[in-house]
């Protein structure tokens, strides 16, 4: 029996991206962006995984995050062109953004371990000097 891995959460097509604190970070780097920018400044660091960014999907969060206080906004009204709305970094989002660097380091750590220890029970590509845990771990 065949099976499709294309809908399987191993594929990693319902994986997160990290939307939100991409969003928070750059926001830290570029207060007063407007979403196409952010999506811009985003794809860039994005680009070479081949991830479909969706300005839809952005937008969602940006007003999902401004809702949670993490964010503020305000239209720019520009004597050519259409009006933006420019996203701001609250303090709380400050706050936010560093529990995100917390919770990501975590995550980090734990993918780390699982491919070095993959890389020694599991015959795969993965290379033994690639993946190394923690000095004197043995996982």
Same mark, same amino acid.
């Given at each position: 029996? %065949? ?7 191993? %594929?990693?097509?319902?994986? %997160? ?5 991409? &969003? ?16 811009? &400044? ?8 081949? &991830? #479909? ?6 937008? @969602? ?11 503020? #906004? @305000? ?16 303090? #709380? ?5 560093? @529990?995100? &660097? !917390?919770?990501?380091?975590? !995550? ?11 890389? @020694? ?19």
């Amino acid at each position: 029996m %065949s099976i499709n891995f294309d809908d399987c959460p191993c %594929s990693g097509k319902n994986m %997160s991206y990290f939307t939100a604190p991409w &969003i928070l970070l750059t926001l830290y780097n570029n207060q007063g962006a407007h979403g196409y920018k952010l999506k811009k &400044i985003m794809k860039k660091y994005m680009d070479d995984l081949k &991830i #479909s960014f969706n300005i839809t999907g952005l937008y @969602r969060h940006l007003k999902l995050l401004e809702q949670r206080g993490v964010l503020s #906004s @305000r239209w720019d009204t520009p004597d050519k062109g259409p009006a933006k709305r420019q996203y701001y970094l609250t303090e #709380s989002g400050k706050d936010c953004l560093w @529990r995100w &660097i !917390q919770t990501l380091t975590i !995550q980090k750590e734990l993918i780390t371990r699982f491919f070095y220890k993959a890389s @020694r029970i599991f015959p795969s590509p993965l290379s033994e000097t690639q993946f190394q845990g923690p000095a004197g771990a043995e996982l």
